[in-house]
């Protein structure tokens, strides 16, 4: 056994409610590792004002994302749990990688094209910026493995980009190349209302996804009200191609169980979605239901949420100054 551990870093959004996707795609692969890494998770309240975010609402998103952490087993004893502004390194690192990342790297980001629309000149220019503040988090803190759900593999991308043009440009070997991990049965869960769409806390209809909110009742309701076809069940994996809807709900199925998708359709073989929605219901229930109510909990107790995320925010800083200090060097400015 050796002492030195790998560092992963990750991190979630606070612009809405968690959803099915940001727990199965990303949270709960962090709970297994913390005993293999050293792990650093952070609510990035810096990347939800790039999109307008009232005040107060911010701020009780900032801790519920927190609480639907440690509510689903990251444990502030095993990891680094802090909100993102109250560390400076990050919006400093941000800002020396704008002038490292070009912006026809930028231009080919598909999320700031989702997400700016037809109106790419009225989105704030923190939204175009956005992954290089995302590289900076990692950075940061010299992370060299990031578990994250599909859709971030291209901004996972540009931080090595980002890393390794810093590193060519002043002729070190300073950032590491940074991996993603994206694993488990449900790296893209779609919306329950249309198989071809990613369930997204910011899609309009409620029905589309589970929110880590739900109380047991709605959390039953939507999986029974999910689309579907009219075919039973396959026997295989490959026999969902073509059925967007039927093969989100058997991956949920299968990462919320801890098993494989094919073995899902073995044991579905030839049923109806009636009964396969109904065992669905229940074991989302069964799984979510302690999680969500350990969050409620926690969330009538400020006090200790924003306990957990300062003494995370000191220790995270501790790392990231000595870091920052190196690049101020390697780049040329003069420190006191
Ligand atoms: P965010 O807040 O959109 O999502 C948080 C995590 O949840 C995953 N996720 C999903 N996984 C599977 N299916 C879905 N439908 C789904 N929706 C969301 C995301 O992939 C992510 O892992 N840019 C990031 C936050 C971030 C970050 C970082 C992540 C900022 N800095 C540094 C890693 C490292 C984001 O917007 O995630």
């Known amino acids: ?10 991190g979630v959004q606070p612009s809405g409610n968690l959803t099915l996707g940001n727990y199965l795609g990303a949270i709960k692969n962090w709970v297994g590792l913390q005993d293999k890494y050293e792990t650093i998770f952070c609510v990035v309240d810096l990347h939800a004002i790039t999109t307008w ?23 502030p004893k095993k990891s680094i ?20 990342a070009r912006m026809g790297w930028l231009n080919r980001m598909t999320q700031f094209k989702e997400k700016a629309g037809k109106h790419k000149e009225r989105a704030s220019v923190g939204l175009y910026v956005y992954p290089d503040l995302m590289a900076a988090d990692i950075l940061a803190y010299l992370a060299t493995h990031v578990p994250v759900g599909a859709d971030q593999k291209q901004h996972l991308e540009l931080t090595r980009d980002i890393a390794q043009k810093f590193n060519s440009d002043y002729g070190v070997d300073f950032f590491p190349e940074v991996e993603p991990l994206i694993f488990g049965a449900a790296t893209r869960v779609m919306s329950l209302r249309d198989g071809t769409a990613k369930m997204s806390k910011s899609d309009p209809s409620e029905n589309s996804r ?12 939507k999986i029974r009200k999910a689309r579907t076809d009219s075919e039973p069940l396959p026997g295989s994996v490959e026999a969902l191609e073509n059925r967007a809807e039927a093969k989100n709900l058997v991956n ?17 073989e030839g049923k109806g979605f009636a009964d396969f929605k109904n065992d669905l219901a229940d074991l989302s229930v069964s799984v979510l239901g302690p999680i969500t109510e350990e969050m409620s909990r926690m969330m009538d107790d400020t006090a200790y949420l924003d306990g957990i995320l300062r003494e995370g925010a000191v220790n995270a800083n501790r790392m990231a100054s000595p870091i920052l200090d190196q690049v101020h060097e390697i780049v040329g400015f003069l420190r006191p």
Not at 82 to 98: D, G, K, M, T, Y
Not at 252 to 268: P, T
């Open 210 to 221: 589970i929110n880590l909110t739900d109380d047991r009742d709605l959390i039953a309701k």
């Open 53 to 75: 975010q009232e005040p107060d609402v911010l701020r009780n998103a900032t801790r519920e994302v927190a609480a639907g952490m440690i509510a689903s087993g990251v444990d």
């Open 252 to 268: 949920i199925f299968a990462a919320l169980s801890n098993r494989d998708a094919s073995d899902i359709c073995i044991e579905y």
């Open 1 to 10: 056994m050796t002492d030195f551990k790998q560092r992963v870093f990750s």
């Open 81 to 100: 749990i802090f909100n993102q502004s109250q560390v400076p390194a990050h919006a400093e690192l941000a800002w020396i990688f704008n002038c490292v």
